[in-house]
């Protein structure tokens, strides 16, 4: 079988994206596929052809250093490759089209309507709920009204003179978190702990910018990673700044991530449960992946930072350590992701999420105990983790 994966792009996460999508290829090629990967954003789109062997596949390395990219350049090359009937007739003729790509275009939706008005199939989010979960308002005031907890939250455009009542009402309770309103938040998030600092980090932004502020949450931060309409375990981040940042998740032994996270039956149930709406709410079900990440606050209660329909698939990612706890290799959680059931083939039919009735979360066992997990194929189900992240076949 031939599979085409996307990668590279031209936002910030560009090297975190190649890193994925190579790690995406090796397990395709491990799966027996024949791999063609491809940078859209770049002047040669092919970086790799055709191929069987995991040695045709570059090395990648992700730094703390942001690339320095020239964004008009890259999106017409994006455009122009996607659209070209060469790659056209490639995408058609794969068994799979793999997109891994994370920030930018291949974050908000831009890709994937490029694809759908193509006519290709490919895994993951499509356009309507990427673009949903890029803008951060947006997805707040969808996960709030479908009863996922939130922070309250204001938003602030560079170049006004004063703040809204709301975010001096925040500072007055104590620090607040400052990041872009859409988009990657990584390398654009601040702690301001008074109206002066906060002032001082918004004018080193261009007038016009629109930013998010939220009150700073001092508590324990998950991610917990949704497979269709299933749930893995939840991994906790541990890191020593006071935020999960662009060196915090990129430098060699600034963080680590434990699974499953060393938490209390109540908790994980809250957690898990929580990401599953999320999941939902915004547009994704069955046929998608995401990860939910969350923040507790002082009192220990989660409370919903954002939903991410692109999510990075690193081997040594958050996706793939849930995964790695209970028991899948990097290339068995890709084989999962490639039989996930067909996407609707409209976008519409996306943002309409199912009941809850429907959602499948099986009753809880215990918070650790032994870990296994089936030979994910052949399979006749798919996989149902129960309460703990065990998987059992229905």
């Not at 930013?211 to 508590?219: C, E, V, Y």
């Not at 996270?261 to 149930?269: P, S």
Request: proline share 9%; hydrophobic share 40%.
């Amino acid at each position: 079988m031939k599979a085409v994966v996307l990668c590279g792009g031209e936002s910030v996460e560009r090297d975190v994206s190649l890193d994925s999508g190579m790690s995406v290829a090796r397990a395709l090629i491990d799966l027996r596929y024949e791999v063609t990967v491809v940078d859209p954003a770049a002047d040669e789109p092919f970086v790799c052809r055709s191929s069987c062997d995991p040695g045709d596949l570059p090395q990648t390395t992700v730094t703390t250093e942001l690339p320095v990219i020239d964004v008009p350049k890259s999106r017409k090359n994006i455009f122009a490759t996607l659209t070209s009937e060469a790659m056209v007739a490639t995408l058609k003729l794969a068994d799979m089209v793999f997109p891994a790509l994370h920030g930018g275009w291949g974050g908000d939706g831009h890709v994937q309507a490029i694809l759908e008005m193509a006519d290709v199939p490919f895994t993951g989010a499509g356009s309507a709920a990427c673009s949903l979960a890029w803008d951060k308002q947006r997805t707040l005031r969808v996960l709030r009204d479908a009863g996922v907890t939130v922070s309250p939250w204001e938003v602030h455009r560079t170049g006004e003179n004063e703040h809204q009542p709301g975010v001096l009402s925040m500072l007055d309770a104590g620090p607040v978190v400052v990041k872009y309103l859409t988009g990657t938040s990584f390398s654009t998030l601040f702690v301001a702990e008074d109206a002066d600092e906060l002032a001082a980090t918004l004018a080193e932004s261009p007038a016009g910018e629109d930013w998010l502020i939220s009150p700073f949450l001092s508590g324990r931060e998950f991610t917990v990673s949704v497979l269709g309409d299933h749930i893995l375990p939840v991994v906790e981040l541990e890191y020593s700044g006071p935020l999960y940042d662009f060196e915090a998740k990129n430098r060699p032994g600034a963080s680590q991530r434990l699974c499953p996270a060393e938490i209390t039956a109540e908790l994980r149930d809250c957690l898990q449960e929580q990401a599953l709406r999320a999941h939902r709410s915004v547009g994704l079900g069955p046929a998608e992946y995401s990860r939910v990440d969350f923040r507790c606050n002082n009192h220990g209660e989660p409370h919903c930072l954002e939903v991410n329909a692109c999510p990075a698939l690193r081997t040594g990612g958050g996706f793939a350590t849930a995964a790695n706890a209970i028991g899948w290799s990097f290339p068995q959680l890709i084989d999962e992701i490639t039989r996930l059931p067909p996407r609707p083939p409209s976008p519409a039919d996306l943002v309409s999420p199912p009941a809850p009735s429907t959602w499948s979360i099986s009753p809880a066992t215990s918070t650790s105990g032994t870990r296994t997990a089936p030979s994910p194929s052949p399979r006749s189900a798919n996989p149902t983790p129960d309460k703990a992240g065990h998987i059992t076949q229905s």
